[in-house]
């Protein structure tokens, strides 16, 4: 049985790939949202963790709590929702942090494993 890490595990794409994969594995799902992360892990009797891609240290911590980490799915992500020319920087911002230093975070903190 392998371990594997989805971030973004609580819905959409994340909780598919979690569904798809927890039958002969233990799935582990991360997110920042508990009530969601919650639901979907007692849906699927898989296991969450709580957290924020972006943090790294939270990352460090989080690798170091599951152990050994077979598959690591780097699916968390936002988008902005509307024209671009509309959003302002600090949203901007938020979808990069997540989507590129967040992606990097969680990489680097499970490469050790």
Do not use: F
């Not at 957290?51 to 799915?73: F, P, T």
């Amino acid at each position: 049985m392998k371990t594997i890490l989805i971030s973004g595990g609580s819905e959409g794409l994340g909780k598919a790939i979690a569904k798809k994969l927890v039958q002969n594995n233990k799935v582990v799902i991360l997110a920042r949202d508990e009530a969601k992360l919650k639901a979907t892990a007692d849906e699927l009797g898989c296991h969450y963790i709580v957290g924020d891609v972006r943090d790294y240290a939270a990352m460090q911590k989080v690798c170091d709590e599951l152990g050994n980490i077979d598959c690591l799915v780097n699916n968390a992500g936002v988008w902005l929702q509307g024209p671009l020319d509309e959003s302002d920087d600090e949203r901007i911002q938020g979808v990069i942090d997540t989507n590129v230093n967040g992606t990097i975070s969680l990489t680097k903190a499970v490469i050790p494993q």
